[in-house]
């Protein structure tokens, strides 16, 4: 038995609208886009603007529906799209004229274990170089294409181009299965002037990640190249399984050493996993009997997952931060006083 924060439908029970939106029919169980986006999308936003870094990732087999969740198709959109549309429109609303924002927005694959831009026609071989931060500990892509953004807009057309980018190949599992991980990353500031003229900013980094699929090479027919890539994504998904693991052992106040060096992808999601995140999974599922054993294998990968205890804290200078968690303190007190008055 296993149980979740949530579970959706969207294999059938829904209708296409003119306008090409799929919704429930009356008494079914479909979840839309918009409301998987409600009940995920939203509380990464709201994050964001608190200044956490946020974290959400979507793991299935090939065709269960990830990239469906992530990025969606047509007027379907996924929780990025309307993640990053919704993020535009909120700061639209901002009324404090001392603030601004800024949003820059990068796109990556990970493919056979190396790091491609997507945004960038000039990959060189051999991919990216990942290196560590040595004074933070955590890994970055060195020389990652980093593109301001001013609008939704914008952002759709850098996906846009992202997606056109990306490695796919048909396998049997999926005629276009994308065959490595992509990863959006968005990061987030938020300026406020003061009265003095002096700035003190809030940082968030949200990372959006569509993993390639998870299942076995001999569900697959992969041969050749299309074997040598599931080799691949299969180590880099199993360092994550191990890594999962280990956190969920040390949630338990077990000691173990996390082994986050063992593939490109856990070093770059380190902060998603027992970091400095908030982070959502998504694990999708076929509903088709047939993949019994993958879906088994998804679902316990999301129970390990869920046992995973991260460390978020506000990205703000250290003065903002004792500022702020005064004032924080003082509302406490004057609720407490009002409630005994």
Request: aromatic share 8%; with cysteine.
């Amino acid at each position: 038995q296993f149980s979740f924060d949530y579970s959706y439908w969207s294999h059938d029970g829904f209708i296409v609208r003119d306008d090409g939106i799929m919704e429930a029919v009356p008494g079914s169980k479909y979840s839309s886009q918009r409301k998987v986006f409600q009940d995920l999308g939203q509380g990464v936003l709201d994050n964001a603007f608190e200044g956490y870094n946020c974290s959400l990732f979507a793991y299935g087999q090939t065709g269960s529906g990830k990239s469906y969740s992530m990025v969606g198709y047509g007027p379907n959109k996924g929780i990025v799209p309307i993640t990053c549309d919704e993020l535009f429109k909120t700061m639209a609303s901002n009324k404090d004229k001392n603030k601004r924002f800024e949003v820059t927005f990068s796109m990556l694959e990970i493919y056979n274990e190396q790091v491609r831009d997507l945004l960038s026609k000039d990959n060189p071989k051999g991919g990216l170089q990942v290196r560590q931060n040595p004074k933070l500990g955590m890994f970055y892509v060195q020389d990652l294409k980093k593109v301001p953004v001013g609008s939704y807009s914008e952002i759709e057309m850098r996906m846009e181009q992202g997606t056109s980018n990306r490695t796919v190949a048909s396998t049997n599992m999926n005629a276009t299965s994308s065959r490595a991980h992509t990863v959006v990353t968005i990061v987030f500031d938020q300026i406020l002037t003061k009265e003095d003229g002096e700035e003190t900013k809030k940082s968030s980094t949200m990372n959006l990640v569509d993993l390639a699929g998870s299942e076995r090479a001999d569900s697959t027919g992969a041969t050749g190249d299309r074997l040598k890539e599931g080799a691949n994504i299969n180590r880099s998904l199993s360092a994550l399984g191990n890594v999962i693991s280990a956190l969920a052992e040390a949630s338990e106040k077990k000691k173990v050493v996390v082994p986050y060096r063992d593939s490109v992808l856990t070093k770059l999601l380190q902060n998603a996993l027992g970091g400095n995140s908030k982070t959502v999974m998504i694990a999708a599922l076929s509903p088709a009997d047939i993949n019994y054993d993958e879906t088994l294998s998804t679902l316990r990968y999301a129970d390990r997952a869920k046992k995973i205890k991260n460390q978020a804290v506000i990205n703000e200078n250290p003065l903002d931060k004792m500022i702020r968690e005064l004032k924080e303190e003082n509302e406490k007190l004057k609720k407490a006083l009002e409630a005994g008055g």
